[in-house]
Structures are given as C-alpha cells and as structure tokens.
C-alpha cells in the first residue's frame, strides 16, 4: 500500500517545530549564563574567552555542514543535528572548570551551525511548496522559542535548579518531540547544481549580509549578556536577571508576527531604517539609565528593532538576481551569523577592559549600521 502524500502544511508544522527547538536550546544556554559565570568564579574576560569557543566551532563547521547536507540532504542532517544540539547542553551543564567548559562550548556551537543552516535548507525547500514568503513567520517561531526558554531559565532559576537538572529537561523533551515529527521534514531538497557552497556574493547581497551583521552582533549581546547586564550593571535581584532577556525576546517575537503587515504599508527600506535607529535608542537607554525599569525599557526596543531585520534582509536576499534561492541566503545568513556569534565574546574582552556600559554603547553603534546600509541600497 502506497503511503499518502504529506501536505504541505505538515512540512511546514514539522520545520517550525524544529525552529522552535532550535531557539528553545539556545535560550535555555543563555538564560543560564549568569549561573555558570558565577559558579565557575569567571571574570569579563574569562567569560568571553569561553563564549569564543562558540563561533570558533560555528565558523569551522560551516564548509563541513554544507557538504553533510548536500550528501545526505537536510531532513537527515535536521534530524541528527537537532537531537545533538540540546544533548550537549547536558554536558555543559556538568562542567565545574573553564577546561571542561570550553571544549562543550565548541561542540555546541559546531552543532549550531548545523542546524542553522539545515533548518534553513528545509525552510527554503516548505517556502518553495507555497510560492510565497513565509520566512518571517518561521523565525518568529524561533523567537516565540527564545521567549518560552527564558521563561522556562527565570522559572528553574527561582526553583533553584541546577543548569544540569534544567539541560536534562530540555534534551528529553526536544528528543520526545523529534521522534514524532521528523518523519514530516521536506524529504529531498531542491538541486542547485553548478553551484559550490562556498559562492561568493555579488555587491547588493554582500550590503544585506552587512545589514543583518550590524542586526545580529545586537542579537547575539542580547542572547549572552543581557542577563549578566542586569546581574552586574542594573544589580536586580537575582530573580530579575532574566527580566532584560525576556523582555527583548518578547518584543523580538511580536514584532516578527507583525512585521509583514508594517512592511506593506512603509515598504522593506523605511523599515529596516527605523529599525537601526530603534535598535540604537534602546541600547542607549540601557547604558544611560540603567535602572530596572528604564533597562527593561531599553531592551524592550532592542527586541522589536531587531524583530524585522533578518527577515527582511531573507526575503530580499531569496529574490536574488544573480544566485538561487537557497544560495543566496546561506551567503547572506553566513556574515550575519559571524555577527550574532562574534558580538559576545567581543563585549566580555572590552567590558573587562573598561566597563560593561562602554561595551554595549558599541554595540549601540554597530547597530545604527542597520540604517546606514540600508539608505545605501537603491533598489528593494
């Protein structure tokens, strides 16, 4: 007997589901940050030395990741790359030295980037089934993710959880939830031949790899050191670490819901312009005012000036003249990455070397590039 066909809808349940694992992983590793620092007694720096190894794995898996999907195809390379990704979450959580640490630090961010780049093949491929721009909504599953798993970190931080006990939770669950619906990924990808995985892009997709950098550097300070940020610079209570985070993920999340309609009435450029100029006054308020309230504030705005961003600069990127689809986003989504991945480990080096607030007024302006290079593109 012939199995029946599966609908479309049901790849796309399946791929967001893997988003919203994906996100729910790296949220509850964030959310637990401030813990691990203070439990292995590391300073600024040593932090950020740790959270280095992250994009050193990231970065070194990328040609590896593109050649495992084109041999074995994303819905084996999904599969497998989201049943390690939160697994290894268990074993940082058993580390109790900088030395056992880093090396688990890599590997996650290794497995990161698989499944960065194998999620987004499948959604590219769920995309094409329905002939238009669903990207957006996918990520905002990804945030909607980010926001449950800092719920899920602020709930086992007043529960007194160890982040062990917390990782194991998350692994069994996203594991449980795996089995039932990897059977619904995109079975085969669409071809790309006579092109490499390494490509390099033209002038307007490098200007949108450059826009969502300048966004992602501010997404990737938010994800490691907003709760470090409230810990240190704003000094809440402990139960109010996690208040900044889930307050940018919130915004974040929301604002990825509704974006497509703000987009149809200013258009893509007005928007990501509006957006760098948000992302910039939130951070400020940060720095400037770094109470409760006026931080929580900050970061609220940080969240929906970033919520447009990478979704935006994805759908321009898929109507690339000059690359496929599929192609073209993973060039784009290659330099925004190095920022959502370099942005933290960079803040731990000049926060030890001057002050927390001095790093986030650079990240401040590193976001402002959103606008900049966004005027500088003269057709959307």
């Not at 995109?186 to 995985?197: C, E, K, R, V």
Request: glycine share 12%; charged share 10%.
């Amino acid at each position: 007997m012939t199995a029946a066909p599966i609908s479309k809808r049901a790849h796309r349940f399946a791929v967001g589901a893997f988003f919203f694992l994906a996100g729910l992983s790296f949220a509850s590793w964030a959310s637990r940050i401030p813990e691990i620092k203070a439990h292995l007694n590391l300073n600024d720096a040593a932090l950020g030395g740790v959270l280095f190894a992250l994009p050193v794995g990231s970065m070194l898996s990328l040609g590896l990741s593109g050649w495992l999907i084109t041999k074995f195809g994303s819905k084996k390379m999904v599969t497998a790359a989201a049943i390690c990704y939160p697994l290894i979450l268990v074993f940082i959580g058993t580390a109790n030295s900088v030395w056992a640490l880093v090396p688990f630090v890599f590997l996650y961010g290794l497995m990161g980037n698989f499944c960065n780049i194998s999620i987004n093949t499948q959604a590219v491929g769920v995309e094409n089934l329905y002939g238009r721009s669903i990207m957006a909504s996918f990520h905002g599953i990804w945030s909607l993710a980010g926001f449950t798993g800092a719920a899920l970190g602020a709930l086992a931080v007043s529960k007194g959880l160890s982040p062990f006990v917390h990782f194991c939770f998350i692994s069994a669950s996203s594991i449980l939830l795996i089995f039932f619906i990897q059977r619904y990924a995109l079975p085969t990808d669409a071809a790309h031949s006579g092109q490499s995985f390494f490509i390099k892009p033209d002038r307007v997709l490098l200007q949108l790899g450059l826009i969502a950098f300048s966004s992602m550097v501010c997404e990737g300070t938010m994800f490691d050191w907003s709760g470090v940020y409230f810990q240190k610079v704003v000094e809440a209570p402990k139960e109010l670490t996690t208040l900044g985070y889930a307050a940018f993920m919130s915004t974040m999340a929301g604002g990825r819901f509704i974006g497509d309609k703000i987009v149809t009435k200013l258009g893509i450029q007005k928007v990501l312009q509006g957006s760098g100029v948000v992302i910039t006054t939130g951070l400020l308020t940060a720095v400037l005012f770094p109470g409760i309230v006026t931080a929580t504030i900050g970061f609220l705005l940080v969240g929906i000036g970033v919520s447009s961003v990478i979704p935006l600069v994805y759908s321009a990127a898929g109507r690339s003249k000059t690359l496929s689809p599929g192609m073209a986003l993973t060039a784009v989504s290659t330099i925004g990455f190095l920022g959502f991945l370099m942005g933290p480990p960079l803040i731990g080096f000049i926060a030890q070397a001057s002050s927390l607030r001095w790093s986030f007024t650079l990240i401040a302006i590193l976001g402002l590039g959103t606008t900049v290079l966004a005027t500088k593109i003269k057709s959307w």
